[in-house]
């Protein structure tokens, strides 16, 4: 991916309805895919005003426009819902600034597409669960989400990524992979991908259910890390869902999973000491009571069933994405050391083997809270 010139983000600000006068912009946040920048602008004596600007990842995202409708349509349907309910939609939903030509995006001269965001003030995104208390929220929030879009009508989302959380088929795509070893790094790592082969049943377990058509599909977020969800600093509530990118239909199951991965882990997602990695029950017990409170009755007794198991194929599936990544030269997901993908496949892979040491608790944590 080309990086950013000052150029072109010059000729990105220029082209959004921003007013006032540019004070500071700056490298935003800590997301792996798209380029974020937080700009804060003088607006003559009423102070000052932050908005996020995101040059999006086109390699990733083949087709921006589309991604875009998405984002303005599920945008469009939160807001109704959340003043429905009293609810402060400059808040509580991401909220987009057009661009001058009333698009919702900007096409720059080098092809690339940017978007805008209002930013939402007073509020933190969380690298790590600094109390337990904001997991919960984090809980709620993803899970009441769901609730919002329970009535979006899912056939007119497109898919931003084919197959986004089709396990089964990147598990083929992965011993691809390996078969193609094109950076010759595959004998080195030997071991995490004997581990992915030794788990092809975890890959299959949901594409099993789903033809058998015993799990329903929902419009979901797919990507509920904790970092894309604000937390408001005063009141600490998890006020507004964030990285819309890939809301799309999906399982239940595996949002409730990439939150436990990410955030239940006592560790960061690249920690390299793999001693300091488990899935703490503390915050798994945290966020399943948080997500059955959020979906609110709404799933139904096998989905509730299958939340361990959503938690285990969601970081085994991540795992496996970070070691194919690192196998193909690591061109997805964005990288700032030598084997960073290979230190955050890793960690993956040790929390699948605490979760299946830990099964029975984690059974018996949803059994206590259904
Ligand atoms: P990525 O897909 O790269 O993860 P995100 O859309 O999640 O991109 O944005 C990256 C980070 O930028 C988020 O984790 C969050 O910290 C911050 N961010 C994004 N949008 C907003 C917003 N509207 N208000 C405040 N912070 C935001
Ligand atoms: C990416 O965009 P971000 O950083 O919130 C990725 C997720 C992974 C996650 C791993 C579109 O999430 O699927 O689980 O990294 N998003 C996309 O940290 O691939
Ligand atoms: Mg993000």
């Known amino acids: 991916m080309q990086p950013v010139s000052e150029l072109q983000l010059r000729e990105a600000t220029a082209n959004f309805k921003f007013k006032g006068r540019l004070l500071d912009r700056r490298v935003y946040g800590s997301g792996h895919i798209n380029d974020t920048y937080l700009l804060t602008y003088e607006i003559a004596e009423m102070g000052s005003m932050k908005v996020i600007l995101q040059k999006m990842n086109r390699e990733i995202f083949k087709n921006p426009v589309e991604l875009m409708e998405n984002i303005v349509g599920v945008t469009s349907h939160l807001r109704k819902k959340i003043i429905a309910n009293g609810g402060d939609p400059d808040r509580e939903t991401l909220n987009l600034i057009s661009a001058k030509d009333g698009k919702p995006y900007y096409v720059d001269s080098k092809g690339e597409y940017w978007r805008s965001y209002i930013y939402i003030t007073d509020a933190t995104s969380y690298d790590r669960v600094e109390r337990p ?213 890793r960690t993956q892979f040790k929390l699948v083997k605490d979760m299946e040491e830990k099964w029975d608790t984690m059974h018996e944590i949803v059994n206590k809270y259904r």
């Open 133 to 345: 208390e904001d997991f919960y929220e984090s809980a709620r929030s993803f899970g009441h989400f769901q609730r919002l879009l329970a009535d979006y009508p899912a056939e007119t989302l497109h898919e931003t990524i084919a197959g986004f959380h089709d396990t089964k088929a990147r598990f083929k795509v992965f011993q691809e992979a390996v078969e193609k070893d094109v950076c010759s790094r595959a004998a080195e790592v030997q071991e995490e991908i004997d581990f992915v082969l030794a788990h092809e049943d975890v890959a299959n377990v949901f594409a099993g259910l789903q033809e058998k058509g015993e799990v329903p599909l929902r419009v979901t977020h797919n990507d509920t890390k904790l970092n894309n969800i604000m937390i408001d600093n005063k009141t600490r509530k998890g006020i507004c869902v964030i990285d819309l990118d890939t809301v799309m239909p999906g399982l239940a199951m595996n949002d409730f999973g990439d939150s436990i991965r990410f955030g239940a882990s006592t560790a960061a997602e690249d920690e390299q000491d793999l001693d300091k990695v488990s899935c703490s029950m503390e915050l798994y017990d945290c966020y399943v009571r948080g997500f059955l409170e959020g979906c609110a009755g709404s799933l139904t007794a096998e989905e509730t069933e299958l939340l361990p198991m959503g938690a285990k194929v969601m970081t085994f599936e991540c795992g496996m994405r970070f070691l194919a990544d690192y196998l193909e030269g690591d061109h997805y997901f964005k990288v700032y050391r030598e084997k960073h993908n290979l230190d955050r496949c």
